[in-house]
Nanobody, 128 residues
């Protein structure tokens, strides 16, 4: 496992959680990194983008449901990308996956096929 995820867990609606993803150097610099999530149990089926960031510039993209509630940021000293999630809702319950791929995030940042590297996933459960 080369993308190491941490964080996640269970929280009540309205609460906050933080997810972090640490990458080795050759998966961090000049990479598009971010988070996808999956609510179904099917393998890689319908994983949706949450947010991504280009590590060289900090330029980020967010899914509409994440705007205003989630923030993605990086720590270049630690090769880590963090997703701060606030005002969580029950519909945010999912398994969250860290992703990485070389280069700018680009116009296909939302597409799961754009990413060669995936973490193992971490569960987020939001109760009402």
């Amino acid at each position: 496992v080369q993308l190491v995820e941490s964080g996640g867990g269970s929280v009540q609606a309205g609460g906050s959680l933080t997810l972090s993803c640490r990458a080795p150097g050759d998966m961090y610099s000049s990479h598009c990194m971010g988070w996808f999530r999956q609510t179904s149990g099917e393998e890689r089926e319908e994983r949706e983008a949450v947010a991504t960031i280009y590590t060289d510039t900090g330029s980020a993209d967010y899914a509409d449901f994440a705007k205003g509630r989630f923030t993605i940021f990086q720590d270049n000293a630690k090769n880590t990308v963090t997703l701060q999630m606030n005002s969580l809702k029950p519909e945010d319950t999912a398994k969250y996956y860290c992703v990485s791929d070389w280069g700018h995030c680009g116009s296909n940042w939302w597409y799961q096929g754009s990413y060669a590297f995936w973490g193992q996933g971490t569960q987020v459960t939001v109760s009402s």
